[in-house]
Nanobody
Framework: QLQASGGGLVQPGGSLRLSCVVR????????IGWFRQAPGKEREWVSY????????LYANSVKGRFTISRDNAKNTVFLQMSSLKPEDTAVYYC????????????????WGQGTQVTVSS
């Protein structure tokens, strides 16, 4: 029901835009979160956008560099990533739900399969 795409290999300082297409859900009412998991580390929350008013939240590690947005007409959420650093290397996942606490994985009901982002020179 959720399909993430747009990952790839990029040099430090570069940019990528991830997409998360949502099918089979009432997209406009669901909040969407982005998470990432680096090798050997636990999955961590990256960003969140609400379903109603489009309120956005960011982890401190990406604030000012990443921008989340949604296009309700296309059932798609985007994560624009700029000024990428090697420590941003991870598999990025999108998730949908109505989280009371956006940074908590278990608050989300639906998950995509993940897309690999590698930041390296």
């Amino acid at each position: 029901q959720l399909q993430a795409s747009g990952g790839g290999l990029v040099q430090p300082g570069g940019s990528l835009r991830l997409s998360c297409v949502v099918r089979g859900l009432t997209f406009s009412t669901h909040a969407i979160g982005w998470f990432r998991q680096a090798p050997g580390k636990e999955r961590e929350w990256v960003s969140y956008i609400s379903g109603g008013d489009g309120r956005t939240l960011y982890a401190n590690s990406v604030k000012g560099r990443f921008t989340i947005s949604r296009d309700n007409a296309k059932n798609t959420v985007f994560l624009q990533m700029s000024s990428l650093k090697p420590e941003d290397t991870a598999v990025y996942y999108c998730a949908a739900g109505w989280p009371s606490i956006p940074a908590i994985e278990s608050e989300y009901d639906y998950w995509g399969q993940g897309t690999q982002v590698t930041v390296s020179s």
